[in-house]
């Protein structure tokens, strides 16, 4: 459905190890490296060449020499999509730079990859004539030789060399043989494409390093997945040597498919010893025997003829009529001198043309091609000609690295070096080792299939062209599939599991073997299905009609389910109405008794009443004669309520409890590996030394101090308490201990958020789960201050900076003279935020021994609107959210203070309330008029033992507004105070 869809089969590799995702690996597959140089009508080249010219600035594409897209020949179908959609290539583009920086590819790398993908495009700049003896030449107008030599970094007269003569060694002396003007523009199309296709390989290499596993997992631990994603059966209006590999790729793939579906299931009728009849299947083994065949096979001739020097398309035609013109398959052409042919395939007929079959299945580069390409200045460029090509294609770069040069000695003797006189794989048989290494990872699995059907030949939407789809579902074998699933025994359940799935449709108790299974079946009325040695072989839709059997049981269950509790619901409530009627005749029965009680008592006290009406009054006149007093001593008053002193045990546990809310991305601290670069990971000194080493100069300004949101090596809960009483947007960014890389802490709405921030293997910086990669933190935070950070719309919007005079990154810093420097300008700007931020006047705190009287508050006081002081619980108390417990705020522009009598009213100042000491104590003393307000102060009172009959009581106040002192609890004896 992509017009320049980069054409190529994979295979990825998911590792698993006790359900966790371990790595990947990824395996490609016939890249159709041709596309560089050509493209069919209609058809696009690779997407990195229109994304480049799209989105590569002006300067860049300068540097790289990148022209108007018209002029370049190997894109000979115009700029396409540059013209038709060019603002989405540009945004394709920019996803594709952060993709590569997410994964880890070096700025140099990348630079080094533009370069090469500017000379594949200019490289069909190179045109060629031939002089007298027809020789070829290169006629340079274009000034591209010299684009070329600078971006690959080789020498000018080099590469015109290897592509207009060859030399050979022969018993010391040089044999140079000049090409023709045709094979001139063969060798720049093979330099072309090998320069893409090693690069497309060395991107697969470089993703593999990244996603392969941390550590050494052993086959008996690990589990796999495998996904093969793999182009479709091909019958363009010119199939060529790309369509022949790809269509017989499917043909593989569909012998798979027959062989899993169609004979294993046969296979399995056999042993279970199920009399069924046989359903014939289109078997394509033969066609593969075509194809595959050695000696005498249509990819055996191929890379025959290649061989010879004048070996040519029609030649290699002419060998594939002699040898199989007796096989149904092969279809030769009417005409004798054509070059084409085709073939019968399971999906249809296709007819190919044999043009360029040689040329490409031979895939060779010119002579020199290898050694100046080596020698380039372009790191990248020499690496991956380095690198050793295996027998399915691919390249691999394991053998060039430092560490096995012993074992690349060891190959080269053995003749995989590059003195070797062994003979060059061919396109043709790469291919083909592909499909045998495939075929055998896909035998050890247990494989599903998904077929994709293209609805239309338009791309359109919401179109459906019933021919195009028949015929899609024709040639993938997916009526064939219907058909044979409609004929066989779909449904081949196990003996137990059939029996404990539908127990209930026997009614009875009945055995987990196959005379259960057929008591079931025949109780349900079923035909046709049979019952082998281990499992019951059933028909499609035997399953529906279990169902249906089975359903009809729950609605029989369901209606005596409603029956039954309908039933215990009505007992239920006879017997709660008759609980109720007896226990209306037992409270009854207890009124009655103590209204006799009552009576009894009332009396009795009458009786009482009476005898003492009868005392003398002689009695009475004695007591008062008698000097001595009785005295009822009053309990001690409860002790003042000081928050200093209230459940220090509950303190500690709920400094322990952290809601998961507030916390969005956590700080996973991982086991401490010995040995590391910079120490022990997770500890604070390789944390400091891995700063100093490579953060330090980068997160510096110009002026070499950092910038006012970076904090030092502070925990979550620092970060917390340094944000609390900021508003939303305020944000900082701080040092993790527990891992070599930094968190971003932002003030949000009810809470504080926490991201991780982790400098990938380039050196760049990515907020986890988030796409964006930033060459900086400084960049990092532009970019957040103008998009969100979170799908909750979070935007940074104020660094939160340090708000004490001594830094909390000093310990980061190399050496004194630099924490001078850095001290000095904190100092500034403290003393510059300071300046700016509003003056609040605050009381002067009462000492000891002083007139502890406190005035009210003037009305002008200068105290900014809605400002109060910040206040601190004692010991640093906290909620279960983990911060501090903070008094409720009052209204604002109200205060509460004392009035004459000492009760607090409400007063209102548009200034606000005023600061109080640290902690103050309100003393009032009951008198004769009312209670006396003495004022604040700093001194406690002493805590009376008795209570005499003026006490005072007085509570702790912390430093935040007056608040009313709490209620007296009510006491038998004073009163009241």
């Known amino acids: 459905m992509n017009d320049n869809s980069s054409r190529f089969g994979k295979y990825i590799q998911l590792k698993f190890k006790d359900g966790q995702v371990m790595g990947a690996k990824i395996s ?122 600078e971006l690959l970094g080789v020498e000018p007269e080099k590469v015109k060399n290897v592509l207009t003569f060859s030399s050979n060694y022969a018993k010391g002396s040089i044999i140079r043989r000049n090409y023709t003007k045709q094979q001139a523009q063969d060798a720049r199309d093979a330099m072309t494409k090998a320069l893409y296709g090693r690069l497309f390989s060395w991107i697969v290499n470089k993703i593999n390093q990244q996603l392969a596993p941390e550590v050494t997992i052993a086959a008996s631990e690990a589990t796999e997945i495998g996904i093969l994603d793999i182009f479709g059966f091909e019958h363009l209006q010119t199939n060529s040597f790309e369509q022949i590999c790809i269509n017989l790729a499917n043909e593989q793939l569909q012998y798979f498919f027959n062989q899993h579906i169609f004979l294993l299931e046969q296979e399995e009728y056999k042993a279970e010893g199920i009399d069924w009849t046989y359903v014939p299947f289109v078997n ?102 380095r690198g050793t090509i295996t027998r399915t294609g691919t390249l691999a770069l394991q053998l060039r690295t430092n560490d096995n040069k012993k074992e690349r000695k060891s190959v080269r003797k053995r003749g995989f070096g590059r003195q070797q006189t062994t003979r060059k794989l061919t396109q043709g048989a790469q291919f083909k080792n592909s499909l045998n290494v495939l075929l055998e990872l896909l035998n050890l ?225 991982k086991t401490v590996k010995k040995g590391g670069k910079f120490g022990a990971l997770g500890t604070k000194a390789a944390t400091i030394k891995w700063f100093k080493t490579t953060q330090s100069e980068k997160l510096r300004e110009n002026t070499g101090v950092f910038s006012n949101w970076f904090h030092g090596i502070i925990t979550r809960r620092q970060a917390e308490e340094l944000l609390d009483s900021k508003p939303l947007g305020y944000y900082l960014i701080r040092v993790s201990e527990s891992r070599f890389g930094y968190s971003l802490s932002l003030r949000a709405e009810q809470r504080c958020k926490h991201f991780m921030i982790d400098q990938l293997p380039n050196g760049k910086y990515n907020v986890v789960g988030e796409a964006q990669v930033f060459r900086t933190l400084n960049d990092l935070v532009y970019f957040y201050e103008k998009e969100p950070i979170s799908p909750f719309g979070d935007v940074l919007k104020t660094p939160c900076g340090q708000e004490t005079d001594e830094c909390d990154y000093a ?92 009760n607090e009213t409400s007063a209102i100042n548009s200034d606000g309330p005023p600061p109080l000491p640290a902690k103050t104590y309100m003393t009032m003393t009951p008198g004769p008029g009312g209670s006396t307000n003495n004022g604040p102060s700093n001194v406690p009172p002493p805590l009376p033992q008795r209570l005499p009959s003026n006490a005072s009581y007085s509570y702790v106040m912390p430093d935040m507004e007056a608040r009313p002192p709490p209620p007296l609890p009510p006491h038998p004896v004073g009163n009241g105070q």
Not at 77 to 87: Q, T
Not at 318 to 334: D, G, M, P, T, V
Not at 361 to 368: C, E, M, V
């Open 28 to 149: 490609e597959y016939l890249l159709e490296k041709s596309r560089v140089i050509h493209q069919n009508p209609g058809e696009e080249n690779f997407h990195i060449f229109y994304y480049m010219m799209a989105g590569l600035s002006p300067e860049q594409q300068k540097k790289y020499h990148i022209g108007d897209p018209a002029k370049y020949k190997n894109l000979n179908n115009g700029p396409g999509c540059l013209k038709s959609n060019p603002a989405g290539v540009k945004k394709h583009f920019t996803s594709l730079t952060n993709a590569m920086d997410l994964v880890g590819f070096l700025d140099e790398e990348i630079d080094e990859m533009y370069k090469i993908l500017s000379a594949v495009l200019s490289m069909g700049e190179i045109q060629f004539g031939a002089n007298d003896d027809d020789s070829a030449v290169v006629q340079d107008s274009t000034q591209s030789i010299q684009t070329i030599t």
């Open 284 to 385: 394509n083994q033969s066609l593969l025997n075509l194809f595959m065949t050695k000696p005498i096979g249509i990819f055996a001739l191929l890379d025959e003829e290649s061989l010879f020097p004048q070996g040519s398309d029609h030649s290699y035609v002419e060998k594939l009529n002699r040898n199989f013109q007796s096989n149904h398959h092969y279809i030769k052409a009417k005409v004798s001198t054509s070059n084409n042919f085709s073939i019968d395939h399971y999906a249809g007929r296709v007819s190919y043309s044999a043009d360029n079959f040689l040329e490409k299945n031979r895939d060779n580069l010119p002579n020199g091609v290898m050694q100046m390409l080596t020698a380039s200045t372009n790191d990248l460029l020499g690496q991956i000609f």
């Open 445 to 669: 699995s247990n494989p599903h299939f998904v077929r994709c059907i293209k609805p239309n030949t338009t791309k359109a939407p919401k179109a459906f062209e019933d021919k195009y789809v028949n015929a899609q579902l024709r040639y993938t074998g997916m009526l064939e599939t219907t058909r044979i699933r409609r004929m066989g025994y779909a449904l081949r359940p196990k003996f137990s599991d059939f029996v404990n799935r539908y127990r209930l449709l026997a009614r009875k108790k009945i055995s987990e073997n196959g005379k259960g299974c057929e008591e079931i079946l025949k109780g349900c009325g079923l035909t046709q299905w049979h019952i082998g040695k281990t499992k019951l072989f059933l028909k499609y839709y035997h399953q529906d009609q279990l169902e249906e059997q089975l359903q009809k049981v729950g609605q029989c269950a369901v209606h005596i389910q409603k029956i039954v509790r309908g039933f215990l619901g009505r007992q239920e409530y006879k017997r709660c109405k008759e609980q109720a009627r007896r226990q209306a005749a037992a409270m009854e029965t207890f009124l009655a008794e103590i209204q006799d009680l009552s009576l009894t008592h009332h009396q009795q006290i009458e009786k009482l009443c009476e005898k003492d009406r009868r005392i003398s009054q002689s009695f009475f006149g004695k007591i008062k004669e008698n000097k001595e007093k009785v005295q009822f001593q009053a309990p001690a008053p409860p002790p003042a309520i000081i928050e200093d002193e209230l459940e220090p045990e509950e303190e500690e546990l709920e400094e322990e409890e952290v809601d998961s809310d507030d916390v969005i991305e956590d700080e996973f601290v």
């Open 811 to 902: 310990e980061l810093v190399e050496d004194d003279k630099d924490q001078a420097k850095i001290m000095a300008t904190h100092s500034a700007r403290r003393s510059r935020v300071m300046q700016q931020a509003p003056q609040i006047n605050a009381p002067p705190k009462p000492q000891r021994g002083q007139n502890n009287n406190l005035a009210p508050p003037s009305p002008t006081s200068p105290t900014p609107q809605g400002s109060r002081p910040r206040s601190k619980s004692p010991h640093g108390k906290r909620n279960s959210g983990g911060r501090p417990i903070r008094p409720p705020p009052t209204r604002p522009g109200s205060y509460l203070s004392p009035d004459q009598n000492g």
